[in-house]
């Protein structure tokens, strides 16, 4: 069985750089594809990045351009790399595992979450 175990978020200033990490506790390997989402003060949890089990991705028009999501099956882990963070940008982001090749844009079909990590965008 495998779990989204951490992601580690933080603060930044508006502009600036964060990459947050979702390491699995047990290998993933090939067969999963991997989500990132996020729910921000006051708002529903929203769809960010997700990435397929070859690789492909695929990105919220609020991130496109600006988020980049990555994965390395030898070291068990999921990165979101975001650039050109807007104070909009501030939320608790999740990583989560879908049992599937392919990645979705809907919560429900994924079936291992993280605990999620607060990231703040400051002005």
């Known amino acids: 069985e495998v779990a989204a175990a951490g992601v580690w978020g933080g603060l930044v200033q508006a502009g600036g750089s964060l990459r947050l990490s979702c390491a699995a506790s047990e290998r993933t390997g090939s067969s999963y594809a991997m989500g990132w989402f996020r729910q921000g003060p006051g708002k529903e949890r929203e769809f960010v990045a997700g990435i397929s089990w070859r690789g492909g991705t695929i990105y919220a028009a609020s991130v496109k351009g600006r988020f980049t999501t990555s994965r390395d099956d030898a070291k068990n882990t999921v990165y979101l790399q975001m650039n050109s963070l807007k104070p909009e940008d501030t939320a608790v982001y999740y990583c989560?595992?879908?049992?599937?090749?392919?990645?979705?844009?809907?919560?429900?079909?994924?079936?291992?979450w993280g605990q999620g990590t607060q990231v703040t965008v400051s002005s």
């Open positions: 989560a595992g879908r049992r599937s090749l392919v990645s979705s844009v809907r919560q429900f079909e994924y079936d291992y």
